[in-house]
């Protein structure tokens, strides 16, 4: 019993978050309640609601903690192109290594860590000279393809278990493709072999830069 006393007396709302982050990457968004919690920080509920109202606030912290700590390491430097590639990419290595953080994001675009994103994005549009009356579009397309992206990876994730063998998911996927009848599918039946072979981060940053190059010509 004293034991537990001394916990909750060093328990901060930055411990239950950190907790939080490490049960979300083992056990996903159901296994995070604040029981599951309690167990992890050897404390009682009590003492958890005391710095989190609730599970959604915890979520919202989580990944604001998450995706905060892979932006304090993103390039401030370079051209606007450049810039805007590595918050993506920040965003895309921290998704891929939390898989809840894409539902999260995908689930309530406009939080405020994503509103911060779409600010930085923005103010590399303005810096690159995108129109005014064309910069809510722009960002917008930026936005919209990094949250696409972020809710596919969420719900690969969900659908293979962890550790499965990505090759053999995508030659099986492949092998579908291929099978499909020509005349109705001869474009999906043409780039299947692509599909088989293709690296997700380098499809990712190929798509941004299609859309870069488009947001450019506006410039």
């Known amino acids: 019993m004293a034991t537990r006393t001394r916990n909750t007396e060093r328990l901060s709302r930055e411990r239950i978050v950190e907790a939080a982050v490490e ?35 915890l979520l919202d912290a989580a990944t604001d903690a998450v995706l ?29 290594e939390h898989p809840w953080v894409g539902a999260q994001l ?47 990876n969420a719900a690969n994730a969900r659908m293979n278990p962890p550790g499965a063998d990505r090759a053999a998911i995508l030659a099986t996927q492949a092998a579908a493709w291929e099978g499909l009848d020509p005349e109705r599918f001869p474009f999906l ?16 940053v190929a798509g941004l830069d299609l859309i870069l190059v488009g947001i450019t010509a506006l410039a």
């Not at 039946?189 to 990712?204: I, L």
Request: aromatic share 6%; glycine share 12%; charged share 20%.
């Open 23 to 57: 049960l979300l990457d083992t056990a996903g968004e159901d296994g995070l309640t604040f029981r599951a919690l309690s167990a992890h920080l050897r404390t009682g509920p009590g003492a958890i609601y005391w710095h989190v109202a609730n599970k959604g606030e």
């Open 68 to 96: 905060t700590r892979g932006m304090t390491g993103e390039a401030a430097t370079g051209t606007p192109q450049e810039v805007i590639r590595a918050i993506a990419l920040v965003l895309f290595d921290a998704i891929d």
């Open 106 to 152: 995908s689930d309530g675009p406009w939080k405020s860590v994503t509103l911060q994103i779409c600010e930085r994005i923005g103010q590399q549009l303005q810096r690159l000279g995108v129109p005014g009356a064309e910069q809510f579009m722009a960002a917008s397309a930026v936005m919209l393809y990094i949250l696409g992206a972020a809710r596919q």
């Open 189 to 204: 039946r043409h780039v299947a072999g692509q599909m088989r072979e293709h690296d997700d981060r380098e499809q990712f």
